[in-house]
């Protein structure tokens, strides 16, 4: 005998074109789960809905919880600094120094942590969107951090594309950070940004000249908390490229990297 509870909607209504001459009973028995299916899909977008305000008011709570004891250690740690700096020996002020870093990498890593899960609920709002201009403001501060470095910026000019634009400048600002990062060690670095084909689809890249990569890691590239570097060497969170994953993912697209220890990396990303 046949359950028909766990039957879909589809194998409901296939069922019934089988029978030349449905029993009523059955019909009727039909019909209501086919009510009962409606209803739960019917539901479905409020239910998520409600699960993305409680996310949302959770991670406001968490991030707000965390950042309070921060500040006031960080803010107190300067006051010692600035006020009995000089009573301190070396040993003392370097731990205090050490304490105001340590503040700053955790406020920046709760930052990063609110953007990951925002990327997975925050509304896609799409609109034509200029990723070189945003691309071109993203490398004017990088170089004002740095005035300093010798790095070549090669950046398509109005490369528009269909997106969320909040959403899409934080795919180019961990893109272009991090190339940013790898090729910090250059004397020469050349960062691009621009698109090509893949398979017959245009295809936008951030490509750079630094250390690279081993391909065959590629893909713990965009997992949360995965670094294939030094992280003493360089600094990250390791949740920049997960939340580039999440973003292209919601926008219908792919996102891939290409690379060679020593000689540079490109990421790809699609959109549709």
């Known amino acids: 005998m046949k359950n028909y509870e766990r039957m879909t909607k589809k194998e409901l209504i296939e069922e019934l074109r089988e ?3 449905p029993d009523m009973t059955q019909f009727k028995h039909f019909m209501e789960k086919i009510e009962i299916l409606n209803t739960q899909l019917a539901q479905r977008p409020h239910e998520l809905e409600l699960a993305n305000s409680e996310l949302e ?39 205090l120094k050490s304490i105001l870093g340590q503040t700053e990498y955790m406020n920046e890593l709760i930052n990063r942590q609110m953007n990951f899960s925002q990327a997975a609920f925050k509304e896609i709002k799409k609109e034509k969107v200029d990723l070189g201009s945003i691309a071109e403001r993203i490398a004017a501060n990088l170089k004002l951090k740095d005035p300093e470095r010798n790095t070549d910026f090669k950046l398509k000019k109005k490369l528009e594309v269909k ?41 936008c890249f951030v490509r750079d000249n630094g250390i690279g990569f081993d391909s065959s890691q590629a893909a713990k590239l965009f997992e949360p908390f995965q670094t294939l570097h030094n992280r003493d060497e360089f600094k990250g969170h390791g949740i920049g490229l997960a939340t580039v994953k999440r973003i292209i993912q919601r926008h219908g697209g792919q996102v891939w990297a290409e690379g060679k220890v020593g000689k540079g990396a490109t990421f790809y990303f699609t959109l549709v």
């Open 19 to 21: 029978k030349e001459k």
């Open 57 to 95: 008011a959770f991670n406001s709570t968490v991030s707000h919880d965390l950042r309070t004891p921060l500040t006031t250690i960080h803010m107190y740690t300067e006051a010692l600094l600035k006020h009995r700096g000089g009573d301190l020996d070396d040993q003392c002020e370097t731990y």
């Open 163 to 203: 997106g969320d634009k909040f959403l899409l400048q934080e795919v180019l600002e961990n893109l272009i950070g991090n190339a940013w990062k790898y090729t910090g060690r250059k004397e020469s670095a050349v960062i691009k940004f621009g698109m090509t084909e893949h398979e017959g689809k245009p295809v």
